[in-house]
């Protein structure tokens, strides 16, 4: 049974492998952008006995694929350690807070400045359910930003963000890199959890595609290494 430290350890060792086999979902820490405090946890409840009952997902066996399906822990990291059942894992990230398109200039986004030397080797954001999450490298870091479709629309916010945006101390327009729901996903069947990991310099940004409101994975997507 893999506990909360575990699957810590699975996502840093391996994190499109633990994507693929856990379902995972991030809370938001309300208006709270930088390193933050959260905990990894497994969702569940408690019932009248006292006891866990875990919530868990089929996914494929290793060996004997979908001959011999095995039922996963689903996974929250939480701003709030309550959010969770049984044994939590600390763990320190970086939060990228969520901005509404109608209250930015898509020219200049405001944008998180996530290093690639110091601090959390974690970074998680809130669900993406229409959703557009946006990065670009840097020397030193990677700018990050996640923009509600405040506004507009789901399918016109990614496209106008690639074809016209820029991130505030970022380069040029086009120099970004957007997944959001045109080309990344479609939110009328699908939500997303975004999860980065800091490996010797090099932050890997993943989609986790779910069915909307489902707990069960569709894909896993690594959409930016740099």
Not at 1 to 13: C, P, Q, S, W
Not at 52 to 64: A, E, F, K, Q
Not at 67 to 88: E, I, L, P, Y
Request: proline content about 5%; glycine content about 12%.
């Amino acid at each position: 049974m893999t506990t909360a430290a575990g699957a810590l350890a699975k996502f840093r060792n391996d994190p499109a492998s633990f994507l693929a086999n856990y379902y995972l979902i991030n809370e938001r820490a309300m208006r709270q952008s930088g390193p933050t405090q959260y905990w990894l946890g497994a969702l569940g409840y408690v019932n009248l006995q006292g006891q866990t009952v875990y919530d868990r997902t089929p996914r494929p066996g290793s060996i004997l694929g979908t001959w011999r399906m095995h039922n996963s822990k689903n996974f929250k990291f939480a701003r709030n350690q309550g959010a969770v059942v049984g044994v939590t894992a600390p763990v320190m990230v970086w939060h990228v807070d969520v901005v509404g398109a109608a209250s930015i200039n898509v020219a200049a986004i405001p944008s998180l400045q996530v290093s690639r030397v110091g601090g959390p080797d974690i970074m998680v954001t809130t669900l993406l359910n229409g959703c557009t999450f946006v990065c670009e490298a840097r020397v030193n870091d990677v700018l990050m930003a996640h923009v509600q479709p405040t506004g507009t629309t789901a399918a016109l916010l990614e496209p106008n963000i690639t074809a016209n945006g820029a991130l505030t101390n970022g380069g040029p327009v086009g120099s970004l890199t957007a997944f959001g729901g045109n080309q990344g996903y479609n939110p009328g069947v699908s939500d997303v959890t975004i999860v980065g990991l800091r490996n010797q310099g090099v932050w890997s940004l993943y989609a986790q595609i779910h069915p909307r409101n489902q707990r069960s994975i569709t894909q896993v997507v690594n959409f930016f290494n740099g």
